[in-house]
């Protein structure tokens, strides 16, 4: 199993940097790739950015570009999102995601994907 678990969330003015990380445990090797989500209430669940398990960035949410950045730890599965000059409509709880693929060692496994409980920045404008 891999566990996520987010952290860096606060309530920040529009403008402000913000910093969220997301610590990833267990059964890591196997994660092909990550990402952030965010949510707002009554809204759906947005994409906002995803990378390879090596930190390569894959894509970002329109927008986001230019504003955020996502980004891995050296030699550990810690990944982060960047946040600079925020703004209202940023504000959501944002979740961590990875992807798992059981190769080698469990072939006979689905890939399958793990999500984090969520944090939740606030942008007041």
């Known amino acids: 199993q891999v566990y996520l678990v987010e952290s860096g969330g606060d309530s920040v003015q529009a403008g402000d940097s913000l910093r969220l990380s997301c610590a990833a445990s267990g059964e890591t090797d196997y994660i092909t790739k990550m990402g952030w989500y965010r949510q707002s209430p009554g809204k759906e669940r947005e994409l906002v950015a995803t990378?390879?398990?090596?930190?390569?960035?894959?894509n970002y949410v329109d927008s986001v570009k230019g504003r955020f950045t996502i980004s891995k730890a050296n030699g550990e599965p810690t990944m982060y999102l960047q946040m600079n000059v925020v703004k209202p409509e940023d504000t959501a709880v944002y979740y961590c995601?990875?992807?798992?693929?059981?190769?080698?060692?469990?072939?006979?496994?689905?890939?399958?994907?793990?999500w984090g409980q969520g944090t939740r920045v606030t942008v007041s404008s």
């Open positions: 995601t990875a992807e798992m693929i059981w190769y080698p060692l469990y072939e006979d496994r689905p890939p399958s994907r793990a």
């Open positions: 990378m390879t398990s090596d930190g390569t960035p894959l």
